[in-house]
């Protein structure tokens, strides 16, 4: 089993109303997936009621740190120096929150310490050419 980062962060849900929504999200990075971090929401602000997990790349994350980054499903862009901005779009519609700069940083870098950069594929490799040796009639 590969080990797993879960770190608790405060979330603002951005909406149309005059104050952002305070929403418990939790980082997860899982050394199994080390190309990506998750946030987790939870079902209070599903439309279904059940949590919603968002995974995107951790190098999007990294750079959406320091400058607008991102196409498509998820964007990610600085807001001032200590905030950064998550939008996320899917069939049912978009959402935004703003998060603190402080936790994601350190959220990213005991992922680092967990699979450090340029070490991500390695892990891929190795268990493609494992499951490749494995398959083999």
């Known amino acids: 089993m590969s080990p797993v980062i879960e770190q ?4 603002r849900l951005i909406t149309d109303a005059p104050h952002p929504k305070p ?3 939790t ?3 899982d050394g199994a997936d080390p190309l990506a971090i998750r ?3 939870p079902p209070e602000v599903s439309l279904d009621d059940d949590e919603v997990v968002w995974a995107f790349a951790r190098d999007l994350l990294e750079s959406g740190l320091r400058l607008p980054s991102g196409e498509g499903d998820v ?3 600085p ?12 069939p049912d519609g978009v959402a935004v929150v703003q998060l603190d ?3 994601l940083r350190r959220f990213l870098n005991s992922s680092y310490t967990m699979v450090p950069v340029g070490q991500e594929r390695h892990d891929i490799e190795v268990e493609t050419e494992l499951s490749k040796l494995l398959h083999r009639t």
Not at 8 to 11: G, I, L, N, R
Not at 79 to 90: P, T
């Open 8 to 11: 608790p962060a405060t979330a």
């Open 23 to 25: 929403v418990s999200v």
């Open 27 to 29: 980082l997860r990075y």
């Open 39 to 41: 946030i987790v929401f």
């Open 75 to 77: 964007q990610i862009w």
């Open 79 to 90: 807001c001032g120096r200590a905030q950064v901005v998550l939008e996320f779009h899917s």
């Open 101 to 103: 700069t402080a936790p």
